[in-house]
């Protein structure tokens, strides 16, 4: 069993969303272990996403990151953090492959209503941030 890490963006949020979309990860075979409403640090942003933060963009994605609540939360499955990233889908959602939850909700690069850490190493880090989890 694998675990994977995912975060609602405040899109997601404001635009009612969070139901649904978790919906969609647990009918696909995930099991959410942990999950809660946070309202995310420039700290929190920089280490979810690090490559983001020497981009032209970065200072609009902060703004966006930090305008609402997110939701932070934890499944659980085989080959959770594939399985995740593929339920998920490409960053823009127009290039995005259908059926995934970024083609279906997201409605620009930025405004893309989800994130899922890409590795164990990228796991490990953002639970950290939210999380004081054990797990066996």
């Known amino acids: 069993m694998s675990y994977a890490f995912g975060l609602l963006k ?10 649904e979309v978790m919906n969609i990860i647990t009918l696909a075979g ?3 272990v942990a999950s809660k409403r946070v309202r995310l640090t420039e700290e ?8 983001c933060t020497k981009q032209f963009y970065w200072k609009a994605m902060l703004e966006f990151s930090l305008s609402e609540d ?21 960053y823009d959602p127009q290039i995005a492959k ?6 279906r909700f997201g409605t ?29």
């Open 10 to 19: 405040p899109d997601c949020v404001k635009r009612g969303l969070v139901e």
């Open 30 to 32: 995930l099991q959410v």
């Open 44 to 51: 929190q942003c920089a280490i979810v996403w690090p490559v």
């Open 70 to 90: 997110s939701i932070v939360f934890i499944v659980k499955g085989g080959n959770a953090t594939v399985r995740l990233k593929d339920l998920v889908g490409h």
């Open 98 to 103: 259908e059926g995934t939850i970024r083609r």
């Open 108 to 136: 620009s690069k930025m405004e893309d209503i989800i994130h899922s850490a890409d590795d164990e190493t990228a796991f490990w880090e953002q639970v950290e941030l939210f999380f004081n989890v054990l797990f066996v």
